[in-house]
């Protein structure tokens, strides 16, 4: 190996090193300024290198906050020994789910291969949760393994734990998210959970290796999880609970949220029931889940044999509603991230354009999340 890294693998998780969620919106620029050959960052004058590709002054701060003595070489041995890869922005093993969120991560560790997210459901809850939350995860996990669905969840214990071990359960897929580096595991009592999952399923994360857990670590896991799945349920949280995060971060990258109900007046259930007042689908069995997961896929089918005709627009839309307008009466009821991928506007923008259309009235929102015209 060179002094530099010299490919984009090794250049990147330089710029990784920087720390999670460290913005992979200003690497993005960098890598389509270098048309990907991110590596010239390392080889040439930063600063005659900023001024001939023209970059504007935020991203030559970003190009300045690179930990240059981040020792790329080292890292690379421990992804190697560990059997795990390195999967940077730009790469075609790059989950597109994760270059459509906000501050998606500029790369990823992973020990196996990343499901696709139409095949991946998260599944989170509270870490106290009760006996009934805890069998309930490990059920719908079992029987959405059962189904082919990859299950994936944050390796904590409760809610996230029992999923883990239904689809394990199940001879599935599982992946877990971890808050810290692929060798720091955490919670340690789940270490025998972990282990099986490093052996038949998946461990993700953005970190370091050697990078410990803090505080800041949990909400940015969460992040991953949600964007990894087309789906996510919560089963059992508190109304500040971290899994309401997750959720949160499900509604913002448009994706699919359902919630369990539970009894009333326990706090494990405020959270979940919150949720569904707040539009999230009411789920009570897998039968339900899947009716969430399959109906937009029938839908959209349908839909898809109807005529691609220009559609009468409403007046004083600007371009970008005009956009989400004509995709959404060619396609029909679709997510916020399909509409972002449909239209190539970028998801952040996106949403913000479809929320202000929902409250014009132009546009409408269903329980499960999913917008449509409202004609």
């Not at 090794?10 to 990907?36: H, M, T, W």
């Not at 214990?157 to 394990?168: C, F, L, W």
């Not at 539970?262 to 949720?275: A, E, F, T, V």
């Not at 009466?329 to 998801?347: F, K, S, V, Y």
Request: hydrophobic share 40%; with cysteine; proline share 5%.
């Amino acid at each position: 190996m060179s002094d530099f890294p010299d490919n984009l693998s090794d250049a990147a998780l330089v710029f990784n090193a920087i720390g999670p969620a460290s913005g992979l919106k200003c690497f993005r620029q960098v890598y389509e300024l270098l048309s990907g050959e991110i590596w010239r960052v390392f080889h040439e004058n930063r600063a005659e290198l900023c001024a001939c590709c023209h970059f504007p002054q935020k991203i030559s701060a970003y190009l300045n906050s690179i930990p240059l003595s981040f020792d790329w070489k080292a890292e690379v041995v421990k992804i190697i020994s560990f059997g795990a890869s390195f999967i940077p922005y730009g790469s075609d093993e790059y989950p597109p789910s994760l270059a459509a969120i906000e501050n998606g991560p500029v790369g990823i560790y992973a020990t196996g291969k990343i499901s696709a997210e139409h095949d991946t459901i998260a599944i989170v809850g509270s870490r106290k949760c009760t006996f009934y939350g805890e069998k309930l995860a490990n059920e719908f996990a079992y029987e959405l393994a059962m189904r082919g669905y990859t299950v994936i969840s944050g390796l904590a214990v409760g809610i996230d734990m029992a999923a883990h071990a239904g689809a394990i359960r199940a001879g599935g897929k599982t992946i877990a998210v971890l808050p810290g580096g692929l060798d720091f595991v955490y919670p340690p009592e789940n270490r025998t959970l972990y282990n099986e999952i490093r052996r038949t399923g998946v461990l993700v994360t953005e970190c370091c290796f050697g990078r410990e857990v803090d505080r800041s670590s949990f909400s940015i896991r969460n992040r991953l999880i949600t964007a990894l799945a087309s789906a996510t349920v919560v089963i059992e949280t508190a109304t500040s609970g971290g899994s309401m995060i997750s959720a949160r971060y499900a509604i913002r990258q448009g994706k699919k949220l359902m919630a369990v109900p539970g009894p009333i007046g326990c706090g494990m259930s405020d959270g979940c029931h919150l949720l569904i007042r707040g539009g999230a689908t009411l789920v009570t069995r897998v039968e339900e889940i899947l009716e969430v997961l399959l109906g937009e896929q029938s839908k959209q089918s349908e839909l898809e044999l109807h005529s691609e005709g220009v559609i009468p627009v409403p007046n004083q839309l600007s371009v970008e509603e005009t956009a989400i307008w004509q995709a959404l009466c060619r396609r029909g009821t679709l997510t916020i991230a399909a509409i972002a991928n449909i239209t190539n506007l970028e998801p952040f923008t996106c949403a913000q354009v479809v929320q202000m259309m929902i409250i014009r009235g132009i546009l409408k929102k269903n329980t499960a999340g999913e917008i449509s015209p409202r004609r």
